[in-house]
């Protein structure tokens, strides 16, 4: 069992890494190995002390380096659930299973909003990971929403279980070799049915009958996340010291709420990792 679990791979999450990496804890840390798109994408950072005027990708690119020099590792797996045992918590990753004493929630904030009957279906035919649920729907009919390019290979894992996939994506320009996928021309809105996932509505009224809708984000809701989070609007909510109201998990970052600057996430999950050693400490 990891003394840690820290989900995200931002400046907070890797101020925190960084910390406990330097106290000897047993950590894993999930994310994407490309850091933070959000700063990848940013033209131009001013305020970020010591480094000048630099771009995003210039800020990543430290670090990168920076977690090459104290050789830290990141597990390139999405968790797409937290589940809170009292004194333990499983993380489920691609379709592993992981445990750790604390979790660190360093997501981000969740930009994208859910689909009308996302929360009310999810685990009745909506699903967030592929691989985790994809063999349920071998031969059937799917709906995949594909919110980023990273997820095109789980797109086509997808498309080779199903007899169909129609696909629809942020900007409508993602492709796939598959011949069973077909690109939807208009915005999904609405997942519909009565005991399980039935269909899906398109902002033009149509229906498209499924078996399954399959939502492929960067980003997962925090309560659909770990259940029983308390949230106020899209934000965790957490005390000074960046406990969430859930004994042993903590968050830091945007997640957290405004200002999002990185100064502030850095400065976030510098605390939340000390708040962590004071925890594990109480608690051996």
Request: proline content about 3%; glycine content about 10%.
């Amino acid at each position: 069992m990891y003394d840690a679990a820290i989900v995200g791979t931002g400046p907070a999450g890797l101020s925190a890494a960084t910390v406990l990496k330097a106290r000897g804890k047993n950590i894993i840390w999930f994310g994407p190995e490309e850091m933070s798109s959000k700063i990848e994408k940013a033209e131009k950072i001013t305020n970020y002390p010591g480094l000048g005027i630099i771009t995003g990708h210039e800020l990543n690119e430290h670090f990168r380096k920076h977690i090459k020099e104290l050789d830290l590792e990141i597990t390139n797996k999405f968790v797409s659930k937290i589940s809170d045992f009292g004194g333990k918590f499983t993380l489920l990753a691609d379709n592993e299973m992981f445990e750790a004493k604390t979790v660190l929630l360093t997501t981000g904030i969740a930009v994208a909003k859910g689909y009308d009957g996302e929360k009310e279906y999810l685990g009745r035919g909506v699903s967030y990971c592929a691989t985790c649920d994809g063999m349920f729907y071998k031969g059937k009919t799917l709906v995949v929403y594909c919110g980023d390019k990273s997820f095109i290979s789980e797109v086509s894992y997808l498309a080779n279980i199903a007899e169909k996939v129609y696909l629809f994506s942020a900007d409508g320009k993602l492709t796939v070799p598959e011949n069973n996928v077909e690109i939807v021309d208009g915005r999904l809105v609405k997942i519909l049915g009565e005991q399980r996932v039935e269909a899906v509505e398109l902002n033009n009224g149509n229906k498209i009958t499924v078996d399954g809708v399959f939502i492929l984000r960067n980003a997962i809701p925090p309560e659909e996340l770990l259940p029983g989070l308390e949230l106020e609007g899209p934000h965790v909510v957490v005390n000074r010291n960046l406990h969430t109201n859930i004994e042993g998990c903590f968050a830091a970052g945007d997640n957290t709420g405004r200002p999002y600057q990185i100064a502030k996430a850095i400065g976030e999950g510098n605390v939340a990792a000390h708040e962590i050693l004071e925890h594990l400490a109480k608690n051996k």
